[in-house]
């Protein structure tokens, strides 16, 4: 079994920052693409940004500039790096980690962490 586990998640201001975490733990046996995406009350979940266990990177438009997807392949860790948020970055961010196994990539999602611009 694999963990997906995220946080930083939080209450800030409009044009302020925040640094999200997340680690997949157990039976990862070879970590390959990781991605965040988001979910506003009443919406569908949104693909945020991406990054392939090489490091190539993929951003939704309304967040690029903003916000830097990187990986500590050491420590099967995703970071997303937010900067001048605003109020309709307001959602519940979630980690996807893609592991491959047995011939077969098999894709975890984290419980996701609340992230919550005000005005």
Do not use: H
């Amino acid at each position: 079994q694999v963990q997906v586990v995220e946080s930083g998640g939080g209450l800030v201001q409009a044009g302020g920052f925040l640094r999200l975490s997340c680690a997949a733990s157990g039976r990862v046996f070879r970590l390959n693409a990781m991605a965040w995406s988001r979910q506003a009350p009443g919406n569908q979940r949104e693909l945020v940004a991406t990054i392939t266990s090489g490091g190539s990177t993929n951003y939704a438009d309304s967040v690029k500039g903003r916000f830097t997807i990187s990986r500590d392949n050491a420590k099967n860790t995703v970071y997303l790096q937010m900067n001048s948020l605003k109020p309709e970055d307001t959602a519940v961010y979630y980690c996807n980690a893609n592991v491959y196994y047995s011939g077969t990539d098999w894709s975890y999602w984290g419980q996701g962490t609340q992230v919550t611009v005000s005005s």
